[in-house]
């Protein structure tokens, strides 16, 4: 059995990105990527329940979602549920993750 808790498609990335937190703004790498949040690779972190603006580059796209973090890990970054974005915000996600998924895999 699989602990998977995730009802849509993870991608692995990395993918070029950043956030803007209370701390600053900070580029990173972003991974497990879905529609519902991701988890940012940095080594500076920010507290559970911080609300902060992740910064995606994906398909051709700088998109810019609003995020709660959701789970710190001090090593290796954190978690982030996408939250309070405009619906043609997420659509633009789901639209820019659908072509990755179409691309032939290398």
């Known amino acids: 059995m699989t602990n998977e ?22 580029e990173c790498r972003i991974v497990d990527l879905t529609v ?18 992740v ?8 998109l810019r979602l609003r995020a709660e973090v959701i789970y710190v890990d001090k090593v290796q970054g954190f978690a982030v549920r996408f939250q309070d974005n405009e619906p043609e915000v997420i659509a633009e996600l789901a639209d820019a993750l659908a072509i990755l998924d179409a691309q032939p895999v290398r």
Do not use: I, M, Y
């Not at 519902?36 to 603006?53: I, P, Q, T, Y």
């Open 5 to 26: 808790r995730r009802s849509t498609k993870r991608f692995h990335g990395p993918f070029d990105g950043g956030w803007n937190g209370e701390s600053g703004t900070r």
């Open 36 to 53: 519902g949040g991701c988890f940012v690779d940095s080594l500076s972190n920010n507290v559970a329940g911080s609300k902060l603006e």
């Open 55 to 62: 910064f995606l580059k994906l398909a051709q796209l700088t």
